[in-house]
């Protein structure tokens, strides 16, 4: 009978898990508190908030028929109404990490947490 694993091949798969558990926190969210949302409108930035003020704003197209609420209390933002046909983007957890995002496809509304605490996504020198 013929063995299906050789010893090669356990080596190179326990050095390819080795590698992944090592790189899932190099590419995940760094988990940093957001100190704005940035609203963008069909790959336009509409508008910057900073996440230290409640308020609810509403976001309208051009055309004035397909709206959008957002809600931002706590340091924290989340939809609160769409028009679109699939309301996917009404239930989304609150974001507010930096990076973490809102999507409303349909309507073309992305509501992305960005800056950290001191309000810079990164500093470059």
Known sequence: MERILKK????LIALLLLSA????????NNGDQGGAVT?????????????SVDR???????DGRQVNTLAVSGGQV???????????CLKHKP??????M????PNR???EVTGGPDGFDAVVQ
């Not at 090669?8 to 080596?11: F, H, L």
């Not at 809102?102 to 496809?105: A, D």
């Open 95 to 100: 974001a507010r990490l930096t990076g973490e």
């Open 102 to 105: 809102i999507v409303c496809l």
């Open 56 to 62: 609810e704003v509403t976001i309208a197209q051009t």
């Open 78 to 88: 989340r939809m609160i109404y769409a028009d679109c046909p699939d309301g996917l």
């Open 39 to 51: 609203i963008r409108v069909g790959g336009v930035v509409d508008q910057v908030l900073p996440l």
């Open 8 to 11: 090669a091949d356990i080596v």
């Open 21 to 28: 558990v090592v790189a899932v926190p190099l590419f995940s």
């Open 109 to 111: 509304v992305v509501a």
